[in-house]
């Protein structure tokens, strides 16, 4: 069973910018679609970005274009999230997970424990 630990969160002022990442343990990292997602206080948990096996394709909200980039480093076991011009509206728990795309859907499947993002205003 894969394990997930997500790590680089903290407290960032608007337009600022932050990576988190996502380690991947316990399994075939190279064999797992991911994907991030997020989850502020009284809302649900939705998803940020994806990204396929080999990293070729992503797929971005739109809430986060041109402002956030997924990567991945598969002999590194790792993914990334870069967040640029960060707003307060970003503030969440940021969420790696690992899953499966079929018919140009994402399934998660595992799950990190989360790391907090908070954006001041």
């Known amino acids: 069973q894969v394990q997930l630990v997500e790590s680089g969160g903290g407290l960032v002022q608007a337009g600022e910018s932050l990576r988190i990442s996502c380690a991947v343990s316990?399994?075939?990292?190279?064999?797992?679609?991911m994907g991030w997602f997020r989850q502020a206080p009284g809302k649900e948990r939705e998803v940020v970005a994806r990204i396929t096996r080999g990293g070729a394709s992503t797929t971005y909200a739109d809430f986060v274009k041109g402002r956030f980039t997924i990567s991945r480093d598969n002999p590194k076991n790792t993914m990334y999230l870069q967040m640029n011009s960060l707003k307060p509206e970003d503030t969440a728990v940021y969420y790696c997970n690992a899953g499966v795309i079929y018919s140009g859907t994402y399934y998660p499947s595992v799950w990190g424990q989360g790391t907090q993002v908070t954006v001041s205003s």
């Open positions: 316990e399994g075939t990292f190279s064999g797992y679609s």
